[in-house]
């Protein structure tokens, strides 16, 4: 069964700064893998997905994450942090076969001004 | 194009008590998968449906269950609540093949007294 790692509980950056969170996922074959964000009291919203199709994967607000295979990783990246970025990230990848999402344990992303 | 709607968005029950909750997927969306968030537990698959059929079960005991309709709506029921089911449990919805992206619902925070 796959499974994901988040580093970190808890991410602290400045306004303007980049953020960086941090997911590595178990897996000898590419899985489908997400990134969504959830913001309190709401559901989860797409960030991006990783298909296969590059390693380079652009999504919303200006997020962007790069699959690394060699590394099992696809962390999360923004080259300058906004408050509205302020929220909880999930990363997520697909059980192999199964319509069935295996969550990381989250990070919480804190903006200061 | 309308969400994934979820109904009741916040719910109170006592101990022993059953409840059931509904989700409506976006239009054409055939899949429907069902998740629980708890502070404690994190972000956990219960159940997903397709074509009526439940077709993948997460590792949660038989009080929880499940249906579709033929309009691809899903209900999820919960009998003889427990405070332990006290969380916020979200509906995905996606087209039918394992990997598409699931959308999920804002979902409906549970409350057991």
């Known amino acids: 069964a796959q499974s994901v790692t988040q580093l970190g509980s808890h991410v602290s950056v400045s306004e303007g700064a980049l953020v960086l969170l941090r997911c590595n996922y178990s897996?000898?074959?590419?899985?489908?893998l997400f990134w969504y964000v959830q913001y309190p009291n709401q559901g989860l919203q797409l960030l991006l997905k990783?298909?296969?199709?590059?390693?380079l994967v652009k999504g919303i607000n200006g997020f962007e994450a790069e699959f690394k295979k060699s590394e099992t990783s696809f962390h999360l990246t923004k080259p300058s942090a906004h408050m509205s970025d302020a929220a909880e990230y999930f990363c997520?990848?697909?059980?192999?076969?199964?319509?069935?999402?295996?969550f990381g344990t989250g990070t919480r992303l804190l903006v200061s001004p | 194009k309308a969400g994934v709607t979820q109904t009741p968005r916040y719910l109170i029950k006592t101990r022993g008590q059953q409840v059931t909750l509904s989700c409506s997927p976006i239009?054409?969306?055939?899949?429907v998968s069902w998740y629980q968030q708890t502070p404690g537990q994190g972000l956990q698959f219960l159940f997903e449906?397709?074509?009526?059929?439940?077709?993948n079960k997460g590792n949660f005991p038989g009080r929880f269950s499940g249906r579709q309709f033929s309009n691809s709506r899903s209900e999820m029921n919960v009998s003889t609540l427990e405070l332990g089911d006290s969380a916020l449990y979200l509906c995905?919805?996606?087209?039918?093949?394992?990997?598409?992206?699931?959308?999920f619902g804002p979902g409906t925070r549970l409350l057991v007294l």
């Open positions: 997520a990848v697909t059980d192999t076969g199964f319509q069935k999402l295996v």
């Open positions: 897996s000898s074959v590419p899985p489908y």
């Open positions: 449906y397709f074509s009526e059929t439940q077709r």
């Open positions: 990783y298909t296969s199709a590059a390693t």
């Open positions: 995905a919805s996606s087209f039918a093949d394992p990997g598409e992206t699931q959308y």
């Open positions: 239009s054409g969306h055939r899949s």
